[in-house]
Structure formats: structure tokens, C-alpha cells
């Protein structure tokens, strides 16, 4: 198979899913290795971006998924009638940073380095599709383990949960007080 149809069929794939779709899934419908079809979809991705396309195709954790550009969705949000969406409070965002640096983590675990209840919180993120049950702890009650979801890769522009920033100070000094 040529480049440009092996480009057409991932192209394809990715559109009429609407959803991500994982690197195996893909090299298996092309019946290519992971390494070549990813190379082909990095190339795909780099035609787009450089055509400045209103089409692009993003990595999330090993999935890919086509999207619209963001520098177009103040035109889209008028077509599609986009809700305005609501801010996240002080208290949510900062519980959905401890899942995110510290995932998987009980809600137990959340309230220690919070100080405070996170049910409120832990509910919104999960309304939000933010985060997730992720399993259990080994521990008495089997307490739920919360982590951070594609959707949350999604809604800040990040490929994996390794492209989190670097933590500064506050969220380690107090775990070292715990």
C-alpha cells in the first residue's frame, strides 16, 4: 500500500469513528506495524498542521482521534450552538491536580492532602468525564481508585499524563507533613 492510501484509510478511520482510536486497532486494519503506521500518522498530522488544515489529529495516550482546530471554535461554537462551558471551582481543580500527579489515589488520600471533603469535587470531575474509577486498593473497604481519563488529556492539549508539568513545591510539602 502507498503512502497517500495508507494516509486515505487512517484519514477515514479516524473521521467516520469520531472517537480516538488506538494505535493497534489502526495498524491492524491496515495489517501494517505499529512503528510504520505511526510514522504514517505523524506525517498525516504534520500535513494538516503545516496547511494551517481546520482539521487536526491529536494523540491521547496511545489513541488518536481527529478534531477541528481550536483556533476554530469560536466559528464552530456559533454553527453547533456550544454551550458556554463552566469554570471549574478553586476546589475542584485543585483535586483534580492531586489525581492528576498522584493517580491512581483514594478519595481518602485526596481529603489527607486537601485537608477537606472531596466528595463534591470528585463528583464534578466525574460528571465531567475528568476522571474515573480506575480499580480498587488492596486495602480494608477496598476504597476506590481515582485517575485522570482521555477526556482530561483532551481538555488540556496533553498526549499522556507524562506531559503534566513539572510540580513545584506545595502539592510534595504537604505530603511530607502526612
Same mark, same amino acid.
Not at 482510536?21 to 491492524?28: E, G, K, M, P, T
Not at 466559528?75 to 454551550?83: D, E, L, P, R, T
Given at each position: 500500500?502507498?503512502?497517500?492510501?495508507?494516509?486515505?484509510?487512517?484519514?477515514?478511520?479516524?473521521? +467516520?469513528?469520531?472517537?480516538? +482510536?488506538?494505535?493497534? +486497532?489502526?495498524?491492524?486494519?491496515?495489517?501494517?506495524?505499529?512503528?510504520?503506521?505511526?510514522?504514517?500518522?505523524?506525517?498525516?498530522?504534520?500535513?494538516?498542521?503545516?496547511?494551517?488544515?481546520?482539521?487536526?489529529?491529536?494523540?491521547?495516550?496511545?489513541?488518536?482521534?481527529?478534531?477541528?482546530?481550536?483556533?476554530?471554535?469560536?466559528?464552530?461554537?456559533?454553527?453547533?450552538?456550544?454551550?458556554?462551558?463552566?469554570?471549574?471551582?478553586?476546589?475542584?481543580?485543585?483535586?483534580?491536580?492531586?489525581?492528576?500527579?498522584?493517580?491512581?489515589?483514594?478519595?481518602?488520600?485526596?481529603?489527607?492532602?486537601?485537608? +477537606?471533603?472531596?466528595?463534591?469535587?470528585?463528583?464534578?470531575?466525574?460528571?465531567?468525564?475528568?476522571?474515573?474509577?480506575?480499580?480498587?486498593?488492596?486495602?480494608?473497604?477496598?476504597?476506590?481508585?481515582?485517575?485522570?481519563?482521555?477526556?482530561?488529556?483532551?481538555?488540556?492539549?496533553?498526549?499522556?499524563?507524562?506531559?503534566?508539568?513539572?510540580?513545584?513545591?506545595?502539592?510534595?510539602?504537604?505530603?511530607?507533613?502526612?
Amino acid at each position: 500500500m502507498k503512502m497517500d492510501e495508507m494516509e486515505s484509510v487512517i484519514e477515514a478511520i479516524l473521521f +467516520v469513528s469520531g472517537k480516538e +482510536v488506538s494505535l493497534s +486497532v489502526i495498524a491492524d486494519t491496515l495489517e501494517m506495524d505499529k512503528a510504520t503506521t505511526r510514522a504514517v500518522i505523524k506525517s498525516l498530522a504534520e500535513k494538516y498542521e503545516s496547511r494551517k488544515s481546520g482539521i487536526r489529529i491529536i494523540e491521547l495516550d496511545g489513541s488518536y482521534q481527529m478534531c477541528s482546530a481550536p483556533e476554530c471554535f469560536p466559528y464552530i461554537k456559533n454553527i453547533c450552538g456550544a454551550h458556554k462551558q463552566q469554570a471549574m471551582t478553586q476546589s475542584v481543580l485543585e483535586t483534580l491536580s492531586i489525581i492528576a500527579y498522584k493517580q491512581p489515589v483514594t478519595k481518602a488520600q485526596i481529603e489527607e492532602i486537601r485537608g +477537606v471533603s472531596a466528595d463534591h469535587a470528585v463528583n464534578k470531575l466525574m460528571e465531567k468525564g475528568l476522571i474515573a474509577e480506575t480499580g480498587r486498593l488492596d486495602a480494608p473497604g477496598k476504597p476506590i481508585l481515582f485517575g485522570t481519563t482521555k477526556e482530561f488529556l483532551r481538555h488540556f492539549g496533553l498526549s499522556s499524563a507524562e506531559e503534566l508539568p513539572e510540580l513545584e513545591s506545595g502539592l510534595e510539602h504537604n505530603e511530607e507533613k502526612a
